[in-house]
């Protein structure tokens, strides 16, 4: 099954395709673009990898970064990126040791289901209560 990804580089790139090799415990993947080109990513060049429902998304939707009433599973986490973006959502994976950890997102109406982070890339993450 090919995961839609979107590909976050700390340099400023983006690129977006879908992936059957992702891997936290490697340190690239391929993807292969919406025209059919195949690329070798390495994680080590990048800001974190978005796990995407659709590559458009919806442009005049704002995700929510807050958390509602109900349960949520895992612990809260908030992490800024050096270019001032914001990821908030839930993990169960967290270990600042490693690679980077998968975040859900608070906001079950956005477009990415799930947001692997590279620790390295992060300037500050919290867990919220």
Known sequence: MDNK???HFRDGRVVKGATMNFSTTRDRFHLTTPDG??????LGALK????????????????????????????????EFADGEVVTGTTQTYDATRVGFFVVPADPNAN??????LNAATTHVTFES
């Open 112 to 117: 990415n289901v799930r947001v692997f982070v």
């Open 48 to 79: 974190a990898v978005y796990f995407v429902k659709s590559f458009a998304g919806n442009k005049a939707y704002h995700e929510k970064k807050g958390f509602g009433d109900g349960q949520v599973l895992g612990r809260k986490i908030r992490c």
């Open 37 to 42: 080109k195949t690329a070798e990513v390495l």
């Open 5 to 7: 990804v979107v590909a």
